[in-house]
T-cell receptor
Framework: DGGITQSPKYLFRKEGQNVTLSCEQNLNHDAMYWYRQDPGQGLRLIYY???????QKGDIAEGYSVSREKKESFPLTVTSAQKNPTAFYLC?????????????FGDGTRLSIL | RKEVEQDPGPFNVPEGATVAFNCTYSNSASQSFFWYRQDCRKEPKLLMSVYSSGNEDGRFTAQLNRASQYISLLIRDSKLSDSATYLC????????????FGKGTSLLVTP
């Protein structure tokens, strides 16, 4: 089945540790996005990429890094510089072949501090 | 002013009721509009796109008023399974294809 796969579903981070969240899609979408959602809050954009080997900062990029070496993959690293990483992380993808297209989401990764 | 604003609710309605949600957006250059549904502790899922002429999908009707910059969602004959948070979503006109998400309106349908 076509879709977006995020892993792991749950992740725990120790102080000073970097962790990487995986996002893979087989929808042949050019654009991919990372969002963070805190309890009772809306989605906030961390990073996005509209083409391989290129990405842009979103609204809250500090303490995060990404790469886009393959069209299918857009991993997010939460670095030790991110002091409040506990949140629900959502990856999305979108076709750019036509305008006005929605984004489709993976089922998310919940990150907590140990 | 926030990019996308919604009444957070909660809206508590009995089964079979009709309920309407509104949303306002700040960027008049926005061209893409959507309603997403998010269940508790799950990812958002596309409910429907919103077109200028208004559109309907079963019990759900979406309307767009560009002059007033607001979007509405009407749910008729509410079901228990409609209980969720409904997110209003608008494209960022100057950031490629990126989207702005409202914080959502919570709906609880009761027996």
């Amino acid at each position: 089945d076509g879709g977006i796969t995020q892993s792991p579903k749950y992740l725990f981070r120790k102080e000073g540790q970097n962790v990487t969240l995986s996002c893979e899609q087989n929808l042949n979408h050019d654009a991919m996005y990372w969002y963070r959602q805190d309890p009772g809050q809306g989605l906030r954009l961390i990073y996005y990429s509209q083409i391989v080997n290129d990405f842009q900062k979103g609204d809250i990029a500090e303490g995060y890094s990404v790469s886009r070496e393959k069209k299918e993959s857009f991993p997010l690293t939460v670095t030790s510089a991110q002091k409040n990483p506990t949140a629900f992380y959502l990856c999305a993808s979108q076709t750019t072949f036509l305008s006005n297209q929605p984004q489709h989401f993976g089922d998310g990764t919940r990150l907590s501090i140990l | 002013r926030k990019e996308v604003e919604q009444d957070p609710g909660p809206f508590n309605v009995p089964e079979g009721a009709t309920v309407a949600f509104n949303c306002t957006y700040s960027n008049s250059a926005s061209q893409s509009f959507f309603w997403y549904r998010q269940d508790c502790r799950k990812e958002p899922k596309l409910l429907m796109s919103v077109y200028s002429s208004g559109n309907e999908d079963g019990r759900f009707t979406a309307q767009l008023n560009r002059a007033s910059q607001y979007i509405s969602l009407l749910i008729r004959d509410s079901k228990l399974s409609d209980s969720a948070t409904y997110l209003c979503v608008v494209n960022r006109a100057n950031s490629g294809y990126a989207l702005n998400f409202g914080k959502g309106t919570s709906l609880l349908v009761t027996p």
